[in-house]
């Protein structure tokens, strides 16, 4: 075997609050062969942890100090931004929709997401990190169909008014602001105030990243496509 034969370990950066869950996932993933650089219990330690470590695959819960509400799914959205070539296994009790469609959405790529009570196999969980490791999807079935209901029961765009729609239109363009405010002969401001409003309608809260405005235009690109 030479020495590009030789295999790589996976190294990994771990956010789980829990720290029984967190030292047993430690142990685990070591026994595996992965490589834990991290392990860590919020949000702000995991995120500086990856930009120490910069690791191959990050494995990280929803709900995480201080409000446990969805501390842990941003950080991963904020991972993905920043650390593209980084794999994201989002572990958790809960289905984030709004979240998971846009981790999903900002690159479908080394990405997963799994259920922590619907993991029945530790052989299987250890299978599905190295799917994601290696740029795979892996997405629990019940995610999946949290998903697309949410999608079928909603309309988003036809909340927009008839300008929005002509703003969002351009922002699939490529159009900057100031672009669309000389195109439809308006200020800047009320550009500002109508992207506001169609992030607003379309649910899209706001992100340290572009993320609002990628979703937006993805939204009337498939709105085109149906």
């Not at 720290?19 to 919020?42: E, K, M, N, Q």
């Amino acid at each position: 075997m030479t020495d590009t034969d030789q295999p790589t370990t996976t190294r990994v950066v771990l956010a789980e609050d829990s720290v029984l869950l967190r030292d047993g996932i430690v142990r685990l993933l070591g026994t595996a062969g992965f490589d834990v650089v991290a392990a860590c219990p919020d949000g702000e330690t995991f995120l500086a942890a990856v930009a120490e470590h910069d690791p191959d695959l990050v494995v990280v819960d929803v709900r995480m100090p201080p409000t446990f509400t969805s501390e842990g799914i941003v950080a991963a959205l904020q991972v993905r931004e920043s650390h593209p070539e980084t794999a994201v296994m989002v572990l958790s009790q809960y289905v984030e929709e709004q979240y998971a469609t846009e981790l999903v959405a900002s690159r479908t790529k080394g990405v997963g997401y799994l259920l922590k009570d619907r993991v029945a196999d530790t052989s299987e969980f250890i299978a599905a990190l190295r799917e994601v490791a290696s740029g795979g999807t892996v997405l629990d079935p019940e995610v999946v169909t949290q998903l697309l209901t949410r999608a079928r029961h909603q309309d988003p765009l036809a909340a927009l008014t008839a300008r929005e729609r002509e703003v969002l239109g351009l922002m699939a363009q490529g159009r900057t602001n100031s672009a669309i405010a000389r195109e439809l002969y308006i200020s800047g401001g009320a550009v500002e105030k109508h992207v506001t409003s169609i992030f607003t309608k379309l649910d899209l809260p706001p992100t340290d990243g572009d993320h609002r405005r990628v979703l937006a235009v993805l939204r009337w690109l498939d709105q085109g496509d149906s």
